[in-house]
Every structure is written in structure tokens, then in C-alpha cells.
Nanobody, 117 residues
Framework: QLQACGGGLVQAGGSLRLSCVAS????????MAWFRQAPGKEREFVAR????????AYADSVKGRFTISRDNAKKTMYLQMNSLKPEDTAVYYC????????????WGQGTQVTVSS
């Protein structure tokens, strides 16, 4: 199971750090990612990180502002969000997929991020 937290209300230009805590074993056997869904829009990819943390990728819309990381010993993934914009307002979901799989099979419940202008 995945539990996302850390969302909240922040002014434009501010920062938030999201966390995603995993339960169960073999956390380090999963690639992980963050997605988000704004009201009336489809869920979209934000960032992903490999099982070791050695490689990551970002959506163009967040590149240079967001940083994804993970601590396998703590079974936790993070998303540091800086220079937040109103268009970053969404429910943020963490997700995981076994290494070698193409689809994300496990999803957390989401945490709301609201950026005011």
C-alpha cells in the first residue's frame, strides 16, 4: 500500500514537499512515480524515479522546479516542489510498478495541493 501526504495550501512561488510511504516488503524492487489530476482534467505524469534512485525523469511543466527522490531504507518517496504555480493545483498521486513492468499497478489515495495566486 502507498500513503501520500504533505499536500496543502500554498501561495504562488512557495514550496511543498510530498511524501509517499510504502508498506510491505520489496520497496526497492519498484520504480515509482508521481502523477497529478486537476479538476476537469485527465491524470498526468509528473515525475518518476527508478528503484535505485539512480535515474529520474520529469514532465516539461515541472522540470527545474520539482525534484523526485526516494529513501529505500525508509520506504519513502518524496517530491520537493518549489516555485509553485496556480496551474500546479491538483490531487497528487504516488504510484509504483515492479521493475521491468510498463504499467503502474499500485496507487496511493492522493494528496491535495492548492496553489493560490
Amino acid at each position: 500500500q502507498l500513503q501520500a501526504c504533505g499536500g496543502g495550501l500554498v501561495q504562488a512561488g512557495g514550496s511543498l514537499r510530498l511524501s509517499c510511504v510504502a508498506s510491505g516488503r520489496a520497496f526497492s524492487s519498484y520504480d515509482m512515480a508521481w502523477f497529478r489530476q486537476a479538476p476537469g482534467k485527465e491524470r498526468e505524469f509528473v515525475a518518476r524515479i527508478t528503484w535505485s534512485g539512480g535515474s529520474s525523469a520529469y514532465a516539461d511543466s515541472v522540470k527545474g522546479r520539482f525534484t523526485i527522490s526516494r529513501d529505500n531504507a525508509k520506504k519513502t518517496m518524496y517530491l520537493q516542489m518549489n516555485s509553485l504555480k496556480p496551474e500546479d493545483t491538483a490531487v497528487y498521486y504516488c504510484t509504483a510498478r515492479p521493475v521491468g513492468r510498463s504499467t503502474y499497478d499500485y496507487w496511493g489515495q492522493g494528496t491535495q495541493v492548492t496553489v493560490s495566486s
